[in-house]
């Protein structure tokens, strides 16, 4: 399958070159340029299917040409020491765990696959550094997933005192490959230095720049294995129409969930769940997009006024208007209501959810109550409880169960560098460190 921009269908490249170049030069984001029919590999997949079993057969098709099966086992069994869990909670609800993963984001799984990929697209000898911005957990995932891959520096950038949870022997002053750098300044000086770095032609081709956050689609596309290994989980139960309730921010998870779909998925609809920041519910019921500037919720990592994945659903809406009308629920979930939802799911069902779940729980009971008759929504449950230990106590009554790498994540670490906010100073950290 070839990628092409959301700017431009005339521009088609490879899945190497999405990945390890990022963004095309038209300003637009990456998206898959044609269809690719799944089902024939995943519709008969028995329930026992291991996770990697599954990525290992459907990635080498979706990647044809690219990633052979050999390869593709090999990517899959080295990036999932972790697996998503289905739950089911009643005739018509389930939830898909995605927290399971090193950092209890469902953002490992991308990042995860990521890595794993650009390792075995590199080979024999390719180098590539990866560049990414955080304030602290995508830090963690990032360099739990780079960490000891040939030809890789991952480089990440902190604004101050969020280098946490790291391990000190994978950094590149250690002979590992992780590059830790403190900036002097904010996340959105991190972001622009970044920014900086890859319209510096010369420095960017010399090192092989890419970006390790979610606007590459080496992130993006990963995330449609969880669909469909929802789908072989649940099917042999399934009455009625198929829903997916995606909490969501910047939109990711959902539009992996219609590229899954249109790859083969049998999925009658998607509930787009947003916080009190629900600007893209407009969109959804076929008016314009506007963005706004977002506001403080409960679930903050759905604090999003501008998703930065506007483009690549306009994109998908503007191939099928009519069926995406039809497909695309939009609820609001504001927190009282997400705080009342984590109350029930723990009442109703034993289940513990953070806010982000929550807000995906309470859309899919909505939903249940009223537009659907028959039928069974599985929520995505985004995030780990744990991680909103207090939060979930209070509500509950119960603490969540941790793990280890949890606590972890909380542990500050010195950085390989701290530097000044400009490019030169970022450059030549890189330059010294490697
Ligand atoms: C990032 C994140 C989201 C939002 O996901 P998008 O794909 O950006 O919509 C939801 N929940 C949690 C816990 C997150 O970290």
Redesign the pocket.
């Known amino acids: 399958m070839e990628f092409s921009s959301t700017r431009s269908k005339e521009l088609k490249v490879s899945f190497r070159d999405a990945v390890l170049h990022c963004l095309p030069p038209d300003g637009g984001l990456y998206v898959p340029a044609s269809m690719v029919d799944l089902r024939p590999f995943f519709l008969y997949m028995d329930s026992e299917t291991t996770y990697p079993e599954l990525v290992a057969t459907v990635a080498p098709v979706l990647l044809q040409g690219e990633l052979n099966p050999i390869s593709a086992a090999r990517v899959a069994e080295s990036a999932f020491s972790f697996e998503p869990e289905l739950k089911r909670l009643d005739s018509n609800l389930s939830v898909l765990e995605l927290h399971n993963g090193p950092t209890g ?3 490992d799984f991308g990042i995860a696959f990521l890595a794993a990929v650009m390792e075995e697209l590199l080979k024999p000898a390719g180098h590539a550094m990866t560049l990414t911005a955080t304030t602290g957990r995508t830090g963690v995932s990032v360099a739990h997933a780079f960490k000891g891959r040939a030809g890789i520096t991952a480089v990440i950038l902190y604004p101050e005192g969020h280098v946490r949870g790291l391990d000190p022997s994978t950094f590149v002053n250690n002979g590992g490959n992780i590059l830790p750098i403190q900036i002097q300044g904010t996340f959105d000086d991190c972001q622009r230095l970044i920014r900086d770095a890859f319209e510096d032609r010369p420095f960017a081709e010399r090192y092989g720049l890419t970006s390790a956050n ?1 606007i590459n689609v080496g992130r993006l596309l990963p995330q449609v294995f969880y669909f469909l290994y929802a789908f072989i989980k649940i099917k042999k139960e399934l009455h009625g129409d198929l829903l997916f309730s995606v ?8 539009i992996a969930g219609l590229y899954a779909w249109k790859f083969g998925l049998p999925a009658n609809g998607f509930i787009a769940a947003m916080n009190a920041n629900d600007t893209f519910g407009d969109f959804f019921r076929g008016q314009s997009f506007v963005p706004h500037s977002p506001v403080r919720t409960l ?1 903050r ?2 604090d ?1 006024g501008n998703p930065s994945n506007y483009e690549r659903l306009a994109a998908f809406y503007n191939e099928a208007p009519a069926v995406m009308k039809h497909m695309v629920y939009s609820e609001r979930v504001d927190d009282e209501a997400t705080l009342a939802a984590m109350e029930r799911a723990w009442k109703r069902y034993g289940l513990h959810l ?1 806010p ?1 779940g929550a807000v995906g729980f309470a859309a899919a009971e909505r939903l249940l109550a009223g537009d659907i008759e028959d039928g069974h929504v599985v929520v995505l449950s ?2 780990h409880p744990a991680k909103y230990a207090e939060l979930v106590t209070k509500v509950t009554g119960k603490a969540p169960i941790s793990s280890e790498t949890l606590d972890n994540l909380q542990k500050e670490v010195a950085p390989v560098a701290v530097i000044p906010a400009r490019l030169d100073a970022l450059e030549s950290a890189i330059a010294g460190a490697l």
């Open positions: 984001v469902f953002k979610t909490p969501s921010g910047n939109f990711g998870n959902l679930s990592s759905m999003v953070d982000h985004t995030g």
